[in-house]
Each structure stands twice: as C-alpha cells, then as structure tokens.
T-cell receptor, first 113, second 111 residues
C-alpha cells in the first residue's frame, strides 16, 4: 500500500539554525499538509498546500516557516531560525481530494537545543 | 472555534473485552470525522472516515458511529487484543478547513 515517507526520522539542531524537513507524499495525491505535535499535546495544523501554493495556514505558521514542492514529488517544511519551542514531532500528510482521508507519515522528531 | 474532546484520556481493559471510545465536538457543522491510531513515537494510521451524511462505518473489529446533531462519535472495538494498545485520535473536518484533533484516548489491552 502506498505510504507517506518522511526524512529524517529524528533531527537535532541548535537554536537559531535552519532546518528542512522532507516528505514524499503518496504519488497521486493532490493535497499536502504539515501538522505538528508537541509532546503530550494535541496534533496541530500548520499548513496545507494545493496546486503549488499554500491554501491555508494556522497562526503557528509564521514568517519563520515556509513550504515548498520543489520537484513534483518532495514536499518540504523549512524553519528558518529554530526556537526551543519548535521542538515537536512534525507530521506530513496527503490526501487525494480535499475531503478524502488524510494519510500521515511516521513523522520527524525535531529537537532544538 | 471547533473543539474536540475525547473521553476517557486513558483506558485499561483485559483482553477480549469490547470497548467504546468517545469523541465530542462543539460545532456540529462538520464535513467528516476521521479516527486514527497512533503507536508510541510513530505516525497516525487512518482507521475510519465517516462523512457527515453517514451514521457509521465498519472495518473488521472496529465500528465508528457519528451523531452530528449532538456532536458525538464513538469508536467501538470488539474483542480487544493486546495489539490494539495504542492512542486513538478523533479528528473532525469543519467544512473545507483542516482537521481539528482531539487529545486522544490511550488504550492498554492487558493479556
């Protein structure tokens, strides 16, 4: 069964550094998402992406965050200058239609020190 | 603003027992509701999706029901097994907007 893959599985970075989290969504899916989950808290929406542009973003997704689909298969989340509070599990997800089930990757655990 | 609540936060049952996990949401104007399973340190596995026009969905030992007017959904697990131990998340889609998640119910099935 096709799946969403994310790399790396764990990333440790120092405060102020830039990180890029990578995702390969399911190949025929059209909608792409990033969510995050701070330890012990709810899964929170960050951003959705459709037709090569951001379709919606949350308050969390400020100017420090950006997303890109550089080559038609990868979908990346960049955090420009990481803060301690960015430490979380970041999940990529994709769906075929807007109302189709979301399929999630296994996540990247980001630790900012 | 849509809020999703899951009760109980944690549940421990002996193997073989049937159980019900509850999810409630504050705004009944939803497009669909999705149940996920999350194993420790892992991603979310989609279990069932119920569209707003549906009352229930079944997959194997799992049955999810939806009562949109009262803002409730239940996930019924029949004949629980130790392999069912995980956190179960409920998420609603309020129209054409992203999923809103509950905090989950952590289930332990004891052999």
């Amino acid at each position: 069964e096709p799946e969403v893959t994310q790399t790396p599985s764990h990333q440790v970075t120092q405060m102020g550094q830039e990180v890029i989290l990578r995702c390969v969504p399911i190949s025929n899916h059209l909608y792409f998402y990033w969510y995050r989950q701070i330890l012990g808290q709810k899964v929170e929406f960050l951003v959705s992406f459709y037709n090569n542009e951001i379709s919606e973003k949350s308050e969390i997704f400020d100017d420090q965050f950006s997303v890109e689909r550089p080559d038609g298969s990868n979908f990346t989340l960049k955090i420009r200058s990481t803060k301690l509070e960015d430490s979380a599990m970041y999940f990529c997800a994709s769906s075929y239609y807007l109302q189709s089930p979301l399929h999630f990757g296994n996540g990247t655990r980001l630790t900012v020190t | 603003k849509q809020e999703v609540t899951q009760i109980p936060a944690a549940l421990s049952v002996p193997e073989g027992e049937n159980l019900v996990l509850n999810c409630s949401f504050t705004d009944s104007a939803i497009y669909n509701l999705q149940w996920f399973r999350q194993d420790p340190g892992k991603g979310l596995t989609s279990l069932l999706l119920i569209q707003s026009s549906q009352r229930e969905q079944t997959s194997g030992r799992l049955n999810a029901s939806l009562d949109k007017s009262s803002g409730r959904s239940t996930l019924y697990i029949a004949a629980s097994q130790p392999g069912d131990s995980a956190t179960y998340l409920c998420a609603v889609r309020p129209g054409n907007t992203p999923l809103v998640f509950g905090k989950g119910t952590r289930l332990s099935v004891i052999a």
